[in-house]
């Protein structure tokens, strides 16, 4: 799986690093905390590349991306994402994103709604009630050996520093320890045609899905029989249910053509 182009942009002060797959319409691809454009999006890649222009980011202190020292939030990486598509000419596209790239493409849409085809928010929350009883909870004791081992492992394969793997950790469970709700406006704002989708079993409740999807005027709404992004990607200990993800893959397709 080769990318037609990658590389990095200088934006608001840092390398950011990039790459596309495919050519067409442009499709955003915005991965989860502690993770990286191909170990969320490897087997969207796999299937939609030779239906669309395939855009991945790898967001700030993740992946091949440089480091701040200030605190993460989902504004920052909304603006970050912003300018670096403007360094690459892509004026308007759509965006999927998984998990807290979900959060981060509904602030795009709402910080920057000019630039915003359509959105795909999958496995995200606005509210901290949305989440499953005691995640919050587990996030303030959260330790760096509590963090996913294949997360340890594929940042140190893209970027063999383990102080800035310290760094990430530290950034993306201090994001989580002191999020706050958000007003309903950030969602009642977007005006692009919007699919949510969730698990049945994600850590995020399904009546939370619904509730945003209910703010949004026109969006779509698909829950499905999965854990958290086992409906786009492998599970951590590398399972792969092909045709759940067969099936949500040409959901969003038919979603973006439509």
Do not use: C
Not at 58 to 78: K, M, V, Y
Not at 111 to 139: Q, T, W
Request: net charge negative.
């Amino acid at each position: 799986m080769n990318p037609v182009e990658k590389g990095y942009k200088r934006v608001n002060g840092i390398q950011l690093y990039y790459e596309i797959y495919g050519a067409g319409k442009p499709l955003v691809l915005i991965h989860g905390g502690g993770s990286s454009i191909v170990y969320d999006f490897k087997e969207v890649i796999t299937r939609l590349k030779d239906k669309f222009q395939l855009i991945g980011i790898d967001l700030q202190n993740h992946g091949r991306s440089e480091h701040r020292d200030i605190p993460e939030t989902f504004e920052q990486d909304a603006d970050d994402i912003a300018a670096l598509l403007t360094e690459i000419n892509i004026h308007k596209a759509s965006f999927w994103g998984f998990s807290n790239g979900g959060n981060t493409v509904m602030q795009i849409a709402h910080r920057h709604p000019n630039i915003v085809e359509k959105l795909i928010v999958a496995s995200a929350f606005y509210k901290k009630e949305g989440m499953m009883d005691g995640f919050f909870e587990a996030m303030q004791e959260a330790t760096f050996e509590s963090m996913p081992e294949p997360f340890k492992i594929n940042f140190l394969n893209l970027n063999p520093d383990f102080s800035k793997l310290e760094n990430l950790f530290d950034k993306d469970s201090k994001r989580m320890q002191t999020f706050e709700d958000w007003e309903d406006e950030v969602l009642t704002s977007i005006q692009s045609p919007v699919l949510f989708i969730s698990g049945d079993k994600d850590v995020m409740k399904p009546e939370h899905t619904m509730a945003m999807w209910r703010l949004v005027k026109d969006s779509r709404l698909m829950i499905l029989p999965a854990t958290h992004g086992t409906y786009m990607m492998a599970d951590f200990d590398e399972s792969i249910n092909k045709s759940l993800i067969d099936f949500t893959v040409t959901k969003v397709e038919q979603f973006l053509t439509n």
